[in-house]
Structure formats: structure tokens, C-alpha cells
């Protein structure tokens, strides 16, 4: 479960074309893809230090169903239902997974605002060991397994360092068809992940502490809390500054990750918020840091300017929150600027 490598896949892709400021929304985007929760475990058995590696995946076969959301624009849809598909496959390093039908989660049509599905991922397990099983010593055409071969396909991953499946998602609007995707993490806890507080974190029983999704409620406009159920107003024309407020609670925490040397590394979470608008643009798509650590070691600004047109109109604000790990979450927010 690296750091630096999560933070480069975590982000569902904006669909921006070329030349587009990508802080401006103005068409049919997915901004984010979130699953809760954003990472499953399993117990592995055995010294690693040994080449020992004895996987016990039964907590996937008993898993909770995992909830899919989005966070997907249509500024000009009208609150159109879009036909939409959502996919699995073993990471591709593209937003999508192979076309058989044996890699959809579920189908539908919905606005913008109501794509996402739940996946019984237990399920899911079950029916794709009972295809290999029945197509095992055959010469071919057995179905493809794309979560149990996500395992199957990475070794090091399964015993060690964590597992990869890439959760993709395609909406077929008329105009285009676009594209964006989500990494959901399975971590392995090996026997020999530290017992000291003092060394890694412990949950309340002992062993990894639960990885949830981190909490995202509070976001300012000039150093006043945007409502989330009524819409602020603001001068057109005018800067404004925007800055995201980290919780006291539930906010950065400590974890830990095996290293290549056979150790344990203690880390600490780095937040990385993106921002979009429907009017004006941002001074910067991203502020914070996600996966890389802090690099100066100093303090991290989160505050960025807003540029808007002396027109005004009601924008609606996205803001979407990556811890590094995973785990996501997002705020909608809507300011009346008014010349």
C-alpha cells in the first residue's frame, strides 16, 4: 500500500478537454468515486523475513456489501438521466475495464446527482470461485474472474503490501462517453505487525486500526462557513478565498506500512483537497499534499483565490478530499454572486 503510488490512481478522472481550465466546470464531468468503506483487510499467517505467505481471504467472502458513490457534474443536463456502468477489473492504469460483461457491477440510468450502486463484493467472491472451479482443467472459455485474478496476479501484494482493483465507471451520455475510476485498496495484516503503540498505531483490540473515509463538512469563503442546505451570497467580480477546515476530530491520523527492508513504517496522513466551480476559476485545482508526505516539513496552506466574473450568477462549488490512503469524500456548495 504505497503512499506515493495510491496518490497517483486514487483520482477519478475530470474528463477536462485539453485546453480547459480544469477548476472550471461547464459540461458533463465525474469529479470523484468514493467506496465505504475504502479498504478491505485480511489476516496473513507466516514470517514474511521466511518466504512464508498463508493468505486468509475469508473476510472477503463474508464482506458488507461495499457502497459505490460519485460526485458527477452536469451543469447543463437539466437533471437528464444518464445511462451509466460500473466495473471491476485488476488495475489497467486506464479509467476502464474490459468490455465483457463479466466485469460489470451494475448498470442503470439516473442524474448526475444519483449514480452509485452497492456491490455484494462477498458475493461476487463466491460466484467466481464456483467459475474457476467448474472450469478447472479445461483448455479455455472459462469467464473471466477479475477480482479473485486482481489477487492471483500480484504475489508481493497478496502477502505484503496490498492489493489493487480498480473500480471503473462509464456514462454514456449522447454528446460523449466518458470515464473515471477508483482504486479499492485490500490490505494484508500480517502476524507481525507491531504490537507497540509507540511503533504503529493499534485499534482498540490490538492490530490495524479501521481506515474509514475521512470526514469533510466544513468548508469557508472568506473566513465564513458556507452553508450546506442554503445558498451564500457573495460579491461578483470581486476575490474571494476559499479554504477547506480541517476537523479536530477524525481529522490526519498515524499508520503504518511494511517496507521493503522487512520493517514497519509509521506515517501520517496528508490531505489533498481538489476544487471546482460552475462559475469563474480557481488560482489552484489542489492544495494540501496526498501520499508524498509533507516535503518542506513546514505548515500546509489550504486556502485558494477565486476569480469570477463581474456578471455573477449562482455557482455550485465541488470539493473533494483524498486522504492518501484511499479514502474519500466530497462537499457540494452553492454561493449567489451578485454584482
Known amino acids: 500500500m504505497s503512499p506515493l503510488l495510491l496518490a497517483a ?4 478522472a475530470g474528463c477536462a478537454l485539453p485546453n480547459d481550465d480544469p477548476t472550471s ?4 464531468r465525474i469529479l470523484a468515486i468514493g467506496t465505504t468503506p475504502p479498504e478491505l483487510r485480511y489476516p496473513v499467517h507466516g514470517n514474511f523475513a521466511q518466504s512464508q505467505c ?3 481471504l475469508s473476510p472477503i ?3 458488507a456489501p461495499i457502497r459505490i458513490g460519485t460526485l458527477v457534474a452536469d451543469p447543463d443536463g437539466g437533471g437528464r438521466d444518464l445511462p451509466w456502468t460500473f466495473t471491476e477489473c485488476p488495475q489497467t492504469g486506464t479509467e476502464q475495464c474490459p468490455p465483457d460483461p463479466a466485469y460489470v457491477i451494475a448498470q442503470g440510468d439516473s442524474p448526475a446527482s444519483a449514480i452509485g450502486t452497492t456491490w455484494d463484493i462477498a458475493a461476487e467472491a463466491a460466484a467466481e470461485t464456483r467459475a474457476q472451479q467448474s472450469c478447472a482443467g479445461s483448455d479455455g472459455g472459462c469467464p473471466p474472474t477479475p477480482l479473485l485474478t486482481a489477487f492471483a496476479a500480484n504475489t508481493a501484494g497478496l502477502c505484503r503490501f496490498g492489493v489493487w482493483l480498480q473500480i471503473g465507471l462509464m456514462i454514456a451520455a449522447p454528446e460523449r462517453t466518458i470515464y473515471g475510476s477508483k482504486i479499492l485498496v485490500f490490505t494484508p495484516m500480517p502476524d507481525d505487525y507491531p504490537t507497540d503503540a509507540g511503533v504503529c498505531p493499534q485499534a482498540p483490540d490490538g492490530g490495524m486500526p479501521d481506515h474509514e473515509n475521512p470526514e469533510y463538512s466544513v468548508l469557508q469563503l472568506d473566513g465564513q462557513t458556507l452553508p450546506a442546505s442554503s445558498v451564500e451570497t457573495a460579491s461578483a467580480g470581486a476575490p474571494h478565498q476559499l479554504q477547506p477546515v480541517i476537523p479536530t476530530l477524525n ?3 498515524d499508520y503504518c506500512v511494511p517496507n521493503f527492508e522487512g520493517g514497519w513504517t ?7 483537497f481538489s476544487f471546482m466551480t460552475t462559475i469563474g476559476t480557481f488560482s489552484q485545482e489542489q492544495v494540501g499534499y496526498g501520499g508524498w508526505g509533507n516535503p518542506s516539513g513546514g505548515p500546509i496552506t489550504y486556502s485558494i483565490d477565486w476569480n469570477n466574473p463581474a456578471d455573477g450568477g449562482v455557482a455550485t462549488i465541488y470539493s473533494v478530499l483524498r486522504d492518501g490512503r484511499g479514502g474519500t469524500s466530497w462537499i457540494t456548495r452553492q454561493v449567489d ?3
Open 9 to 12: 490512481v486514487l483520482g477519478a
Open 251 to 253: 481529522g490526519p491520523s
Open 337 to 339: 454572486l451578485v454584482p
Open 61 to 63: 467472502y463474508a464482506a
Open 25 to 28: 466546470v461547464h459540461d458533463l
Open 54 to 56: 498463508a493468505p486468509d
Open 266 to 272: 509509521r506515517l501520517h496522513e496528508t490531505w489533498l
